[in-house]
C-alpha cells in the first residue's frame, strides 16, 4: 500500500459542528459533502455526520447524489428520511436520476421551475436559487416574479450563496443579504438558506433556516473557532549526503550551500501536494520543521534534514506534511490558494484513515 495516509480526526470534525450548532442555535444545519466531502472521502465522514444527526446533504451533481444515496440505502436508511440536494445540472436528460434515487433539485432557471411543474414528483421539494450578486448561479432579480407565478408545487427553500463572506467588511455582504431580503415578498412561504460556513460568522441576520456547512466541519478555513481535523502523514524512502554545491531535483533550481542530508518521501504532486510549494513548503519530523529543496516532483519530494537526528530522518520514518504545525490553511497560504483546493486535490494514491 502506498504509505502516504491522510487521517481525518471525526471528534474534531464533531467540535466543528458543535462550533456551528452554538454560532446557530435555531438554524437547521445542512452538511456539504461534494467533491467527495471536499476530498476527505464520503465513505468515512457521512457516518460521523450522521452520529451528528444530519438528515440533509448538499452535493454539486447528480452523480454524486446518487453515491450519497447509495451509502445511506447500504445501511437501510429510508430514502424519505433524508434529503440529497443537488446544486448543478438539472435538466430533462438528469431528472429521471433525480426521481430515480430521490435527489431533490436545485432550481436555477425558469426552465428547470417549468421541468419540474411537468415531471416532479410531491415527495421531493426543490430548493430555488436567486442570484444576489455572485453572478454564478441563481434566478436573476427581474425573474423572480416570474418565478412565483409559475410555481405548481411547493418550495422548500430559497437560497442564495455568498460572494465575500470571507471577508466581513466587504460591502457585498450586505448588499446581498438586502436583495436576498427583497425576494422574500415573492416566496412569502417559504423557509431560507443564506450562510455557508464563513457567512455564519457574519453574524445572526445571516443565519435565516438552514446553514449549508462545508469547509467549516473539515477545518479547510483559516478561521480562530475552526479546527485543523487532518494530517497527512507519508514516508522517507531514503536519505542522502550531499556536497557543497550539489543541485536537487527537477531544473536545477535549489543549490546546496554546505554539506547536507536529503530526504526523499514518498509524495509528489500526483497526490495533490501543490508544486507550486517547491522550495517553499515545509514539513515536520515530530516537532522539526524540515524545508523543502528543490522542486516538487510527481511522486518524490526532497526536503532538508540535515538538522534532524539520523534515527529519525532515516529509510522509513514518518514525515508530518500536513498536521497542526502546518495546516492545509498554512500551505495553502504558502501556495497561493485556498484550504478548500489543498484537500479537494488530494489524490487518489492517499489513503484516508477515520479515527
Ligand atoms: C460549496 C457550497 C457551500 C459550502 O460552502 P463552505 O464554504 O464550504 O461552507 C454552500 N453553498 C453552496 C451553494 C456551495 O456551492
Not at 467533491?35 to 476527505?40: E, F, H, N
Not at 423557509?191 to 433556516?209: I, P, V
Not at 522517507?236 to 518521501?265: C, F, N
Request: charged content about 20%; some cysteine.
Amino acid at each position: 500500500m502506498h504509505p502516504a495516509t491522510l487521517t481525518v480526526s471525526l471528534n474534531a470534525l464533531k467540535r466543528n459542528d458543535a462550533t456551528f450548532k452554538r454560532l446557530a442555535p435555531h438554524s437547521t444545519r445542512a452538511a456539504v459533502v461534494k467533491a467527495d466531502c471536499y476530498g476527505l472521502g464520503i465513505g468515512g465522514i457521512i457516518p460521523a455526520l450522521l452520529d451528528i444527526g444530519y438528515t440533509r446533504f448538499f452535493v454539486a451533481y447528480p452523480d454524486e447524489g446518487i453515491a450519497v444515496r447509495q451509502l445511506l440505502n447500504a445501511r437501510a436508511i429510508p430514502a424519505s428520511d433524508y434529503t440529497i440536494y443537488v446544486l448543478c445540472d438539472f435538466h430533462k436528460n438528469t431528472l429521471p436520476a433525480y426521481l430515480e434515487f430521490s435527489l431533490t433539485p436545485v432550481l436555477n432557471a425558469l426552465e428547470q421551475i417549468v421541468l419540474w411543474n411537468e415531471q416532479g414528483v410531491p415527495a421531493l421539494r426543490p430548493l430555488l436559487q436567486l442570484n444576489t450578486g455572485m453572478n454564478r448561479c441563481g434566478l436573476e432579480e427581474t425573474e423572480w416574479a416570474t418565478a412565483a407565478s409559475k410555481l405548481t408545487f411547493p418550495l422548500a427553500y430559497i437560497m442564495t450563496h455568498l460572494a465575500c463572506a470571507d471577508e466581513p467588511e466587504h460591502l457585498l455582504n450586505t448588499q446581498q443579504l438586502q436583495a436576498f431580503q427583497r425576494a422574500f415578498a415573492h416566496f412569502p412561504e417559504c423557509k431560507k438558506s443564506l450562510a455557508a460556513s464563513w457567512g455564519t460568522f457574519l453574524g445572526e441576520q445571516y443565519h435565516y433556516d438552514m446553514l449549508r456547512l462545508g469547509t467549516g466541519l473539515y477545518g479547510a478555513m483559516p478561521h480562530p473557532l475552526v479546527e485543523n481535523i487532518v494530517t497527512l502523514t507519508t514516508k522517507i524512502l531514503e536519505v542522502r549526503q550531499i556536497d557543497k554545491g550539489a543541485a536537487v531535483g527537477y531544473g536545477a533550481t535549489y543549490h546546496s550551500d554546505a554539506v547536507k542530508r536529503v530526504a526523499t518521501i514518498a509524495l509528489g504532486y500526483a497526490d495533490g501536494y501543490p508544486r507550486e510549494l517547491s522550495n517553499i513548503g515545509v514539513m515536520y519530523i515530530e516537532e522539526t520543521a524540515v524545508p523543502i529543496i528543490g522542486r516538487v516532483s510527481m511522486d518524490v519530494i526532497t526536503l532538508d534534514v540535515t538538522h534532524v537526528p539520523e534515527h529519525k530522518a532515516r529509510e522509513g520514518g514518518i514525515v508530518t506534511v500536513y498536521g497542526k504545525n502546518y495546516t492545509i490553511n498554512d500551505a495553502a497560504t504558502d501556495a497561493n490558494t485556498i484550504g478548500y483546493e489543498i484537500l479537494t486535490r488530494l489524490g487518489r494514491r492517499v489513503t484516508r484513515r477515520y479515527k
